[in-house]
């Protein structure tokens, strides 16, 4: 486990525009007013908030002149900083881009990365222009100009265990596999942490980032993701893998890993608390509180 006493930064990073989603802005703000106290430092990075126009499509990729900015500000905060371990509440998925890639300069081939997503966030603009799906390839190098710039030390594949995937897309599995990056599925995981394990022995990792998209979770169960959407179609969201885990799985592989790898990273992200949204609105439009 990491020492008590180290300095850890709890980074409050409501970006939105890496989803193309408005919504994560305030389920950031939720997250960092729900978690519990932080004994440490506190940072808020400086995102641009949701104004009700359309982002435009910047040679590739939506908002990212925005993006761009938010991620030098992110940065900018953690190397002022300097902490030992990272706390990151977003926001879309990219928000780990900047907090991870500073814990891969730091702790090098000690550190871990696990990834607990349905998806495995390889892509690039050329198949698809929200940038939270490219951050995993990003922190390995891989991608477009303005997220890799400043990844000086690479995530190596072989670092990463992508754990809750399930049906990938012919470009993600195809990634994976030319990678050799380890996955293990849902079913795996309610089986125990024996491939997370195995992976943490194998590679000799000591350290660990441990980033968690809550889309993992089955929208059945958990309701404040995006594929639980009020009024959603069925295939609003075309073949994108939905969660399948449980929150106590999660929890239970995520302590696991953590026992036997210290935890120097964690983020929490993709949080769209739907009901809190709608009634937030709805509170807005009645009489004596608009």
Not at 2 to 9: A, C, F, Q, R
Not at 33 to 41: F, H, N, Q, T, V
Not at 251 to 258: D, K, V
Request: glycine share 8%; charged share 20%; with cysteine.
């Amino acid at each position: 486990m990491t020492d008590s006493n180290s300095n850890n930064l709890r980074l409050i990073f409501p970006q939105w525009q890496g989803g193309n989603n408005e919504s994560y802005f305030f389920g950031s703000q939720l997250l960092a007013w729900l978690a519990p106290a932080e004994k440490g430092l506190t940072a808020e990075v400086n995102v641009l908030p949701p104004a009700g126009i359309p982002l435009e499509n910047e040679e590739g990729i939506i908002g990212r002149s925005q993006v761009v900015s938010q991620l030098h500000n992110a940065r900018s905060l953690i190397r002022e900083n300097r902490p030992d371990t990272l706390v990151t509440l977003g926001g879309d998925c990219l928000v780990s881009l900047a907090p991870f890639s500073y814990l891969v300069e730091t702790y090098g081939e000690k550190l871990g990365v696990l990834w607990v997503d349905s998806h495995p966030d390889v892509m690039t603009p050329d198949q698809f222009a929200h940038s939270h799906a490219h951050v995993l390839g990003a922190l390995m190098g891989n991608g477009d100009e303005d997220l890799t710039r400043d990844i000086t030390h690479p995530l190596a594949p072989e670092k990463v265990m992508i754990a809750g995937i399930h049906d990938p897309l012919d470009y993600e599995a195809g990634f994976i596999a030319e990678h050799g990056i380890a996955t293990c599925g849902p079913d795996e995981v309610r089986q125990g942490a024996g491939a997370v394990l195995d992976w943490i022995q194998r590679e000799n990792i000591t350290c660990l980032a441990i980033h968690l998209d809550l889309d993992v979770l089955d929208p059945a169960m958990f309701r404040s993701v995006l594929f639980a959407r009020p009024g959603r179609g069925q295939h609003d969201f075309g073949d994108a893998a939905e969660g399948r885990l449980s929150i106590s799985e999660v929890i239970e592989l995520i302590n696991i890993a953590s026992a036997s790898a210290a935890p120097v990273g964690l983020t929490v992200a993709e949080h769209l608390p739907w009901d809190v949204i709608n009634l937030k609105n709805m509170l807005a439009l009645l009489p004596l509180l608009k």
